[in-house]
């Protein structure tokens, strides 16, 4: 059984930092893209980041660039979202995703992504 879990999130100020972090289990960390994807009440579920399964190729959404990274450690079969300078329209509830995939070419649509973990709420206030 495939599972990944969130966490990380929490209520941070303004320009502030979190690391999310995504932990898989019942899967082989090369044979997966990672991804990231956040939603806020009333919005759509949007693209922030994916990487491939080596690392070598990272894509980022425009409102994130710069502020974001995204890595990932397979010996630990975990990914990370490192967030700097938080601004409060990126308050939403963050899930990570899988994909199966061995290639450098990455996707950003929520439903090329087959595995999702429950999310993990990170709030930014003014």
């Known amino acids: 059984q495939v599972q990944l879990v969130e966490s990380g999130g929490g209520l941070v100020q303004a320009g502030g930092s979190l690391r999310l972090s995504c932990t898989a289990s019942?899967?082989?960390?090369?044979?997966?893209?990672m991804g990231w994807f956040r939603q806020a009440p009333g919005k759509e579920r949007g693209f922030v980041a994916a990487?491939?399964?080596?690392?070598?190729?990272?894509d980022y959404a425009d409102s994130v660039k710069g502020r974001f990274t995204i890595s990932r450690d397979n010996a630990k079969n975990t990914v990370y979202l490192q967030m700097s300078s938080l601004k409060p329209e990126d308050t939403a509830v963050f899930y990570c995703?899988?994909?199966?995939?061995?290639?450098?070419?990455?996707?950003?649509?929520?439903?090329?992504?087959?595995?999702w973990g429950q999310g993990t709420q990170v709030t930014v206030s003014s």
């Open positions: 995703a899988a994909r199966l995939s061995r290639s450098n070419i990455l996707v950003t649509s929520f439903s090329s992504y087959g595995y």
């Open positions: 019942g899967i082989r960390s090369s044979a997966y893209a």
């Open positions: 990487i491939s399964w080596s690392g070598a190729s990272t």
